[in-house]
């Protein structure tokens, strides 16, 4: 059974810096693509961005050139460095695994909804909160 565990999340000032990790487990089916997804309240859901297996990345704009997507190894880890925060950076984040082979469809569609169509599994979420 594939588990998704999201940490990393918590509070800080505009302009400060996160950095989130999900640990995989288990063997998932469809192919190798995970990224990352958040949801804020009154908002519609987000995708943010996205690796391959081969390494290859892909940005919402909404985040491009202040978040990192990366991965270990292993591909047991994934990683999301968030820098120059900003208070619409608040949100629950997720991370999501098994993508479309098409993955730029996870940064382009709004909203992310449903889930199932853009991921196979999800973790339950870690908290981020941006605010002076």
């Known amino acids: 059974q594939v588990q998704l565990v999201e940490s990393g999340g918590g509070s800080v000032q505009p302009g400060g810096s996160l950095r989130l990790s999900c640990a995989v487990s288990?063997?998932?089916?469809?192919?190798?693509?995970m990224g990352w997804f958040r949801q804020a309240p009154g908002k519609v859901r987000e995708g943010i961005a996205v690796?391959?297996?081969?390494?290859?990345?892909d940005y919402a704009d909404s985040v491009k050139g202040r978040f990192t997507i990366s991965q270990d190894n292993t591909q047991k880890t994934l990683y999301l460095q968030m820098n120059s925060l900003k208070p619409d950076d608040t949100a629950t984040y997720y991370c999501g695994t098994d993508c479309p082979a098409d993955m730029t469809v996870v940064v382009t569609t709004i909203p992310l909804d449903p889930i199932s169509r853009f991921f196979d599994y999800w973790g339950q979420g870690t908290q981020v909160t941006v605010s002076a």
């Open positions: 288990g063997v998932t089916t469809r192919g190798y693509c």
């Open positions: 690796i391959a297996d081969d390494g290859t990345t």
